[in-house]
């Protein structure tokens, strides 16, 4: 089920550096963090990740860089506003797998297509809130 519902505001930077980063992993899943000072909802740094399973159709946050990025975080007194990965091959939604890893209840989860799509081609970039298994997909502004 998909409901429409509240908004991912980002700047132009930080827009881009997701999108290179899906660009530049393909035909491997990209994924990472961008996190933000707590209770602020604004992202802010930009913390790509490798996608320990280095595959076209799953990732996986290599753990101990996981619970590294925890701790870093808990010392900034930040947290995950933004938790993204790419689809090589099929369209920006959350996959029944996405789902059942999407823990963060407070996060945008950030899915950008890079199928069908060439260098310089357009992406698909979509933000949803997942809770419970509930899919919500919000509105993506980008700010310059």
Do not use: W
Not at 126 to 139: A, L, N, P
Request: overall charge negative; glycine content about 6%; proline content about 7%.
């Amino acid at each position: 089920m998909l409901i429409l519902g509240p908004m991912l505001t980002l700047s132009q930077a930080l827009y881009d550096q997701i999108v290179a980063h899906a660009r530049a992993d393909h035909p491997d899943e990209a994924c990472g963090v961008v996190a933000g000072p707590a209770g602020s909802g604004r992202p802010e740094r930009f913390i790509p990740m490798l996608n320990a399973a280095r595959s076209p159709t799953f990732y996986e946050f290599d753990s101990s860089d996981l619970l590294k990025l925890y701790r870093e975080m808990d010392d900034r007194d930040e947290e995950p506003v933004i938790i993204y990965h790419s689809h090589t091959a099929t369209e920006a939604y959350p996959s029944r797998t996405d789902i059942s890893y999407a823990n963060e209840p407070g996060a945008h989860y950030v899915l950008v297509s890079t199928a069908d799509t060439d260098d310089a081609g357009p992406f698909q970039f979509r933000s949803f809130r997942i809770v419970d298994g509930v899919i919500t997909e919000e509105e993506v502004k980008v700010e310059a």
